[in-house]
């Protein structure tokens, strides 16, 4: 009996804990907001050196410490961008591939990508890859053949492991439309993907 209180206050306290983070959570992206909307009404470019780039400083409140900082997803690579019209986008692939390469990956783990977002079912990258090989997989899916919803699904593309996601994961996104990169708020990486040559 005693083991079973036990465990209904700490299932309690669990909630408790679990509301309080979720209030917490809803501060803390108001106040992004407010920055955002801010910023929007008072500035018509985004660089580092805006109030929205500073990093929230620690706030105690009951039982836990909040902060929180709003990064530019534009100053990342966005992986949808490979595909334009329906088809591979040339100049993005190069980017891409020199991304990998800045970062020391392999350039051609670009074509599974592509091949990864693209509509169609049929291998069209020369390192690609479609439903044959996934469905080999020890446990097998399908290729998504849509834009990206998250980066991560990286991790479900052949060729990308764990190690490989965590070297290209602070450098990409997966924005729902076709975005410029912001040089303003980007990294010396990203930069260096733009054109061959630069250092």
Known sequence: MAAQQNLDVRRTANI?????????????????????????????????????????????????????????????????NLIKDGKPSPLDMERFQRLLTVVDLDPNLADAVVDWIDADSDVTQPAGAEDPQYLRADVPYRAANRLMVSASELLLVQ??????????????????????????TTSKEVLMSLADNIN
Not at 24 to 49: C, K, P, Y
Not at 50 to 71: F, K, M, R, Y
Not at 159 to 183: H, M, S, W
């Open 16 to 80: 408790i804990d679990g509301d309080r983070s979720y209030v917490f959570a809803l501060g803390v992206e108001s106040w992004a907001m407010q920055i955002l909307i801010r910023d929007r009404r008072d500035s018509q470019t985004d660089n580092l050196h805006e109030d929205w780039a500073s990093q929230l400083p620690p706030i105690s409140v009951e039982g836990a410490v909040v902060t929180g900082h709003i990064e530019d997803m534009q100053g990342r690579f966005n992986l949808n």
């Open 159 to 184: 060729g990308f492991t764990a190690d490989v996601y965590r070297k290209i994961e602070p450098f990409v996104c997966a924005l729902p439309t076709r975005t410029p990169i912001n040089v303003n």
